[in-house]
C-alpha cells in the first residue's frame, strides 16, 4: 500500500506559479512511475505530467508542455510540478498517482491517488 499525499496548492492570479509537491509512503519509490492528474468541475480527470521512476523519462499533456515541469526527488520520496505562466483554464482539483510500471495518461492504470490539492487561477 502506498500513501500519496500532496500539498502546494492554493489561489493564483493567472500569469503567476505554483509548485505541487506529492509526498509517497513507500520504501520502493523507485519502481513507481508519478504522475500528476487534474479534475475540473464537470469534467474527467486529464493527464498532466509523468515521470519514470529513476526521472529518466517524462510527459506532459499538451495544454500544460512548456509551462510545467514535473521533477522527483528519490531519496526524499517525492515528486513536484513546477507550473508556470497559470491560465484560468488550468484551475482544477490535482491528483497525485502512482503506478508500478512505465507512465501512462490513462488514469485507470494508476493504483494509488493521492485526496488532491485545489488549485484556483483567478482571470
Known amino acids: 500500500q502506498v500513501q500519496l499525499v500532496e500539498s502546494g496548492g492554493g489561489l493564483v492570479q493567472a500569469g503567476g506559479s505554483l509548485r505541487l509537491s506529492c509526498a509517497a509512503s513507500?520504501?520502493?519509490?523507485?519502481?513507481?512511475?508519478m504522475a500528476w492528474f487534474r479534475q475540473a468541475p464537470g469534467k474527467e480527470r486529464e493527464f498532466v505530467a509523468g515521470?519514470?521512476?529513476?526521472?529518466?523519462?517524462?510527459d506532459y499533456a499538451d495544454s500544460v508542455k512548456g509551462r510545467c515541469t514535473i521533477s522527483r526527488d528519490n531519496a526524499k520520496n517525492t515528486v513536484l510540478l513546477q507550473m508556470n505562466s497559470l491560465k484560468p483554464e488550468d484551475t482544477a482539483v490535482y491528483y497525485c498517482?502512482?503506478?508500478?510500471?512505465?507512465?501512462?495518461?490513462?488514469?485507470?492504470?494508476?493504483?494509488?491517488w493521492g485526496r488532491g490539492t485545489q488549485v484556483t487561477v483567478s482571470s
Open positions: 498517482a502512482a503506478d508500478l510500471g512505465v507512465v501512462t495518461a490513462t488514469p485507470t492504470r494508476y493504483d494509488y
Open positions: 513507500t520504501r520502493a519509490f523507485t519502481r513507481y512511475a
Open positions: 515521470i519514470s521512476g529513476r526521472g529518466g523519462s517524462t
